[in-house]
């Protein structure tokens, strides 16, 4: 079973709209991270976040982790069409077990 | 520096045919993934290793095995191949440490007839 569950499985928004992605695991982790996959492409890493953090900022990006609700969100601001993909959770189980959740299909509407 | 590649990148396949999937990384990485990725599914973790000579079963293995006699090189291979096989096969690699971030190859699409 997937330990990293995204909500919504699609979004579709205008551009210059923030866009709102959420992540849920079940068991203990060291570390969450994210990562954007283009149609037809590998993914690349985006951010992380270690379990004793409960925010982070880079760019445009926005990822907060809740422990105690075994939850993450990714909020991207200020959109644009290049934002345009798949965005996927990524969980480290152990020091050694990367597993990703379901992914997040991103439409910005320009 | 190439990073995470993968060969083939394209491979049609008839079931009972076997194939073996070449992952090779020039980073020096320590852990190396084979996952496969279907529709609405994400990304399923078959196997990984942690180190040369070691491998270890992930959430889907079953179908599937893998070697790592290399540290560079992360092989999947697939003895008997079945339409339920199908799908896009994606390798990362990762450094040791907690912190360390996964690249990715550009993967290989399987189609098994």
């Known amino acids: 079973s997937q330990q990293g569950e995204e909500d919504p499985q699609a979004l579709s928004i205008q551009e210059g709209e923030n866009a709102t992605m959420n992540c849920s695991y079940k068991?203990?982790?060291?570390?969450l991270q994210w990562y954007r996959q283009n149609s037809g492409r590998g993914l690349v890493h985006l951010i992380l976040i270690r379990s004793n953090e409960r925010e982070k900022h880079s760019g445009r990006l926005r990822v907060t982790l809740d422990t105690s609700k075994k939850s993450s969100s990714l909020l991207i601001t200020a959109s644009r069409a290049a934002d345009t993909a798949s965005y996927f959770c990524?969980?480290?189980?152990?020091?050694?077990?990367?597993?990703f959740g379901q992914g997040t299909r991103l439409t910005i509407n320009p | 520096n190439a990073g995470v590649t993968q060969t083939p990148k394209f491979r049609v396949l008839k079931t009972g045919q076997s194939m073996t999937l070449l992952c090779a990384q020039d980073?020096?990485?320590?852990?190396m993934y084979w996952y496969r990725q279907d529709p609405g599914m994400g990304l399923r973790l078959i196997h990984y290793?942690?180190?040369?000579?070691?491998?270890a079963k992930g959430e889907v293995p079953d179908g599937y095995n893998v070697s790592r006699l290399k540290k560079q090189n992360f092989l999947l291979g697939l003895e008997s191949a079945a339409p339920s096989q199908t799908s896009v096969y994606f390798c990362?690699?990762?450094?040791?440490?907690?912190?360390?971030?996964?690249?990715f190859g550009q993967g290989t699409r399987l189609t098994v007839v």
């Open positions: 990524a969980t480290l189980q152990g020091a050694q077990k990367l597993v």
């Open positions: 980073m020096n990485h320590e852990y």
């Open positions: 990362a690699s990762r450094g040791t440490g907690g912190r360390t971030e996964a690249f």
């Open positions: 068991t203990s982790i060291n570390n």
């Open positions: 290793s942690v180190g040369e000579g070691t491998t």
